[in-house]
């Protein structure tokens, strides 16, 4: 079992940055990767962002690069979001998630094992 607890939500005006963290326990293998997804209201919940806890390797949605950033303390077990620059359609509640290694890079809800409750993170324009 892998326990997965996020933190760092809030409300930021446009432009603005934020870092969110998933403290995570339990069981966490090597071979998982860790995920950020995120679902906005009336919609489906999408992928943000991913990294292996080695930080060898991350993987972004389009939408995103170039103003989010993973990275992970593995120290600490930590998992964080910095997001940079952001837009009122990046509000939605931000989601810490654990699963196998993706070697395409990409990652799907469907696929992740562990979910943390979610921080909700709302941008106002």
């Known amino acids: 079992q892998v326990q997965l607890v996020e933190s760092g939500g809030g409300l930021v005006q446009a432009g603005g940055s934020l870092r969110l963290s998933c403290a995570a326990s339990?069981?966490?293998?090597?071979?998982?990767?860790m995920g950020w997804f995120r679902q906005a209201p009336g919609k489906e919940r999408e992928f943000v962002a991913a990294?292996?806890?080695?930080?060898?390797?991350?993987n972004y949605a389009d939408s995103v690069k170039g103003r989010f950033t993973i990275s992970t303390d593995n120290a600490k077990m930590t998992v964080y979001l910095q997001m940079n620059s952001l837009e009122p359609e990046d509000t939605a509640v931000y989601y810490c998630?654990?699963?196998?290694?993706?070697?395409?890079?990409?990652?799907?809800?469907?696929?992740?094992?562990?979910w943390g409750k979610g921080t909700l993170v709302t941008v106002s324009s």
């Open positions: 998630a654990a699963g196998p290694i993706s070697y395409s890079g990409r990652y799907y809800p469907g696929g992740m094992d562990y």
């Open positions: 990294i292996r806890w080695s930080g060898v390797s991350t």
């Open positions: 339990g069981r966490t293998y090597s071979s998982y990767a």
